[in-house]
């Protein structure tokens, strides 16, 4: 078992930045891909961003390339996704996840494990 804590929301006005975190504790965090989704009421969780076990493959949703950034401290079994330039679309809960896989690390039904959530809101 994995547990999983995200930590870091909040409120923002547009144009602002977060940085999210999250911490795994239980199995060893080292050999899981991390995963961000989120969902706005009223929608399907969505795809934000992934890295790989080791670090070395990230991909990302169209709707924040150039904006958020994944990384991954495995020291401190803690993975992070760094948010920029926030608009208000990006308005959600963000939810943390590890799984095994790397081709199904865009879609809910790769990962195994998930956080509580942690609300993101970005006003106008």
């Known amino acids: 078992q994995v547990q999983l804590v995200e930590s870091g929301g909040g409120l923002v006005q547009a144009g602002g930045s977060l940085t999210l975190s999250c911490a795994a504790s239980g199995r060893t965090f080292i050999g899981y891909t991390m995963g961000w989704f989120r969902q706005a009421p009223g929608k399907e969780r969505e795809f934000v961003a992934a890295?790989?076990?080791?670090?070395?493959?990230?991909k990302y949703a169209d709707s924040v390339k150039e904006r958020f950034t994944i990384s991954r401290d495995s020291a401190k079994n803690t993975a992070y996704l760094q948010m920029n330039n926030l608009k208000p679309e990006d308005t959600a809960v963000y939810y943390c996840?590890?799984?095994?896989?790397?081709?199904?690390?865009?879609?809910?039904?790769?990962?195994?494990?998930w956080g509580q959530g942690t609300q993101v809101t970005v006003s106008s």
């Open positions: 890295i790989s076990s080791n670090g070395g493959r990230t």
């Open positions: 996840s590890a799984g095994f896989g790397w081709p199904e690390s865009a879609v809910p039904t790769g990962y195994d494990y």
